[in-house]
C-alpha cells in the first residue's frame, strides 16, 4: 500500500500528544543513525579526503585557533 508524504503528515498530525512524543523520539534516532551511516559512507569512500586534507593545510598554516 503505497502512501504519500501527505497522508503521512495528515496521520502525524492527528497523534495524541504521548503518541507524538513517541514518534519523535524514533525519528530522532532514525535520522542520527541515517546520517551517521552517510558520513561513513563518505569517509570509506574518499569524499571528505579534500575537506580533510584543506583543514589540515590551513591549521598548519597557522589559519587555525582553538577552541
Known amino acids: 500500500m503505497a502512501r504519500t508524504v501527505e497522508d503521512i503528515e495528515t496521520e502525524i498530525a492527528q497523534l495524541p500528544q504521548s503518541q507524538l512524543k513517541q514518534f519523535r523520539e524514533w525519528y530522532e534516532r532514525f535520522d542520527s543513525n541515517s546520517w551517521d551511516k552517510q558520513i561513513e559512507e563518505d ?17 598548519k598554516a597557522g589559519k587555525s585557533k582553538r577552541i
Open 43 to 59: 569517509i570509506s569512500s574518499g569524499k571528505l579526503d579534500a575537506l580533510a586534507d584543506a583543514a589540515l593545510a590551513d591549521h
